[in-house]
C-alpha cells in the first residue's frame, strides 16, 4: 500500500486494549474538530467530530475529548481491533473560514 | 449512495508537463475541497468550491487551479509541474462548506519526473 507519512509518531498496541491518540491544535480561533482515519491506499475517513460548545463527544468505540485551554484534542478507541491499524489525523476548521487544517498524523498499530 | 471518485488513480508526468485532475462528489454534495498529501508537509489544503465559486486558496503558486461545474464535479490543474508536485492529490466533498462533515476520495498519485 501507500505510505501516507514517514516518521509519523507510531502508538501500538494489543487487541481489546483501549487507544488514546492525542492531537494538540494550533489556533485557537477553531470552533469545529474532526478526526479522521487513513488507512494505505485510501483516503481519510471521518470518524467523529466536535464543536467548540462540546468537550466531550460519543461515537460507536470511539470517544473524543477537547480541552480548549490548552488547546488539546484526544480521540480514545475502545477495545482497540487489528482493522483499528491506520493513520490518525485530527483537522480544526474556523466557522465560516472554507478551510481544513490538519495535524501530522499518528500511526496506531494494533496487534492480534 | 455512490462515494466521492477520482480520476485517473496513477498518473506520471515528467517536469514542465501539465496535468488536470477529476473529482466527482457524492450526489447533492455542492462543496469539493481539494488537498495535497506528501510525507514531509502532511495534509495540505488547496482551494475549496461551494456552486461553482472558488471560497478559498491555500498557500500554493498560482501553477495550481482549479474549477467547479453546474454539477459540483471539479477539476485541478497544475501547469508546469515540477519534481515537488509528487504527491496524493485528495479531493473531498460536502453538502455544505467546511464546517460540517467532509467525505474523501481516495485520491490520485501523481508521480513527476
Known amino acids: 500500500g501507500e505510505s501516507v507519512g514517514l516518521h509519523l509518531p507510531t502508538l501500538s498496541v494489543q487487541e481489546g486494549d483501549n487507544s488514546i491518540i492525542n492531537c494538540a491544535y494550533s489556533n485557537s480561533a477553531s470552533d469545529y474538530f474532526i478526526w479522521y482515519k487513513q488507512e494505505s491506499g485510501k483516503g481519510p475517513q471521518f470518524i467523529i467530530d466536535i464543536r467548540s460548545n462540546m468537550d466531550k463527544r460519543q461515537g460507536q468505540r470511539v470517544t473524543v475529548l477537547l480541552n480548549k485551554t490548552v488547546k488539546h484534542l484526544s480521540l480514545q478507541i475502545a477495545a482497540t481491533q487489528p482493522g483499528d491499524s491506520a493513520v490518525y489525523f485530527c483537522?480544526?476548521?474556523?466557522?465560516?473560514?472554507?478551510?481544513?487544517?490538519f495535524g501530522k498524523g499518528t500511526m496506531l498499530l494494533v496487534s492480534p | 449512495k455512490a462515494g466521492v471518485t477520482q480520476t485517473p488513480r496513477y498518473l506520471i508526468k515528467t517536469r514542465g508537463q501539465q496535468v488536470t485532475l477529476s473529482c466527482s462528489p457524492i450526489s447533492g454534495h455542492r462543496s469539493v475541497s481539494w488537498y495535497q498529501q506528501t510525507p514531509g508537509q502532511g495534509l495540505q489544503f488547496l482551494f475549496e468550491?461551494?456552486?461553482?465559486?472558488?471560497?478559498n486558496k491555500g498557500n500554493f503558486p498560482g501553477r495550481f487551479s482549479g474549477r467547479q461545474f453546474s454539477n459540483s464535479r471539479s477539476e485541478m490543474n497544475v501547469s508546469t509541474l515540477e519534481l515537488g508536485d509528487s504527491a496524493l492529490y485528495l479531493c473531498?466533498?460536502?453538502?455544505?462548506?467546511?464546517?460540517?462533515?467532509?467525505?474523501f476520495g481516495p485520491g490520485t498519485r501523481l508521480t513527476v519526473l
Open positions: 468550491y461551494f456552486s461553482e465559486t472558488q471560497r
Open positions: 473531498a466533498s460536502s453538502f455544505y462548506p467546511v464546517g460540517n462533515e467532509q467525505f
Open positions: 483537522a480544526e476548521n474556523i466557522e465560516g473560514y472554507s478551510t481544513l487544517t
